[in-house]
């Protein structure tokens, strides 16, 4: 089994920062990409972003400039560094993770979210 844990969220004001961070732990061998999610209230959950093993980042063009994703590999964890936070920006925020296991199995895995409130 692996598990994904999220922290970092909370409330804050418009034009502030958070750093959100996911931590994967469990029968890992290896973590192709790792990327966060958002669901807003009534709203589907959409990419922010995602960063491959080899580096490769991919951003919802609403966080562009804004939100930036990195990966400490050794430590198999993720973080969101969120700048200049909107009440747009409001959701809850999921993180997941593509996972080879030791097993050989390849799955996706999710975490159970982290609430983002932005105030304004």
């Known amino acids: 089994q692996v598990q994904l844990v999220e922290s970092g969220g909370g409330l804050v004001q418009a034009g502030e920062s958070l750093r959100l961070s996911c931590a994967a732990s469990g029968n890992i061998f290896s973590i192709n990409v790792m990327g966060w999610y958002r669901q807003a209230p009534g709203k589907q959950r959409e990419l922010v972003a995602t960063?491959?093993?080899?580096?490769?980042?991919n951003y919802a063009d609403s966080v562009k400039g804004r939100f930036t994703i990195s990966r400490d590999n050794a430590k198999n964890t993720a973080y969101l560094q969120m700048n200049s936070l909107k009440p747009l920006d409001t959701a809850v925020y999921y993180c997941?993770?593509?996972?080879?296991?030791?097993?050989?199995?390849?799955?996706?895995?999710w975490g159970q979210g982290t609430q983002v409130t932005v105030s304004s």
């Open positions: 960063l491959t093993s080899g580096g490769t980042t």
């Open positions: 997941n993770a593509a996972v080879t296991t030791t097993l050989g199995y390849e799955l996706l895995y």
